[in-house]
Each structure stands twice: as structure tokens, then as C-alpha cells.
């Protein structure tokens, strides 16, 4: 059976959540780490919390927006861009326009 990757492409009408929990995925794969050493660089309590992200099921809190681009090697401001097109798509629209180039 092949095994399946996250650059797979989504399904249109795919839920956003899922989508970016994909990138997140890939994110945190190409600094090598798994979710447990993910988890701990961030000081989190549970591991689990990255599947959740991961799989589209809970959000990253705002105020660690910054930690996470730290870990994930991403610069803050288009990561949080990144985060808000996804989290907050009205928002992000009123502020930066067109979503689709997010």
C-alpha cells in the first residue's frame, strides 16, 4: 500500500482546517522533528495537541502564534498571515483582500 504524504493535494472544498494542518505537518517535518519533540520545544503539555493541529481539530492559540514560527523556522508576520487566512478567512480578507493568494 503506498503511503500517503502531506504534500497530497486536498480535495477542493476541502475543510481550511485540514489544509492548514497539512502545512503545519510539513512545516514541522522538514525541521526534522516529531510531534512529541514539537511539543516539548514549545513547552506544551501534551503532545496530542500537535496531531489535533495537524488533522484540522483545534487551533493554535494567538498569543503563541510567535513561538510557533520560532520552532517551525517561519518569519512571525507571514506566518500569522498564514494562521489568520485560515482561522479567521472574514478578517483576513477585510485586511489583505483576495484569500486566495493567503
Given amino acids: 500500500m503506498p503511503k500517503t504524504t502531506t504534500s497530497a493535494v486536498l480535495e477542493k472544498g476541502s475543510d481550511p482546517r485540514v489544509e ?57 508576520k507571514p506566518f500569522m498571515k498564514k494562521l489568520l487566512s485560515y482561522y479567521e478567512p472574514e478578517a483576513y480578507e477585510m485586511l489583505f483582500g483576495d484569500i486566495q493568494n493567503a
Avoid: C, H, N
Avoid at 502545512?23 to 500537535?50: H, N, P, V
Avoid at 493541529?53 to 503563541?64: C, D, N, V, W, Y
Fill in 20 to 76: 492548514l494542518g497539512v502545512w503545519l505537518r510539513s512545516l514541522r517535518e522538514a525541521q526534522g522533528l516529531s510531534q512529541r519533540k514539537m511539543a516539548e520545544e514549545l513547552s506544551l503539555d501534551y503532545y496530542t495537541f500537535i496531531s489535533q493541529l495537524e488533522t484540522g481539530r483545534g487551533k493554535i492559540p494567538s498569543a503563541r502564534y510567535g513561538d510557533w514560527a520560532k520552532v517551525l523556522d517561519q518569519q512571525p
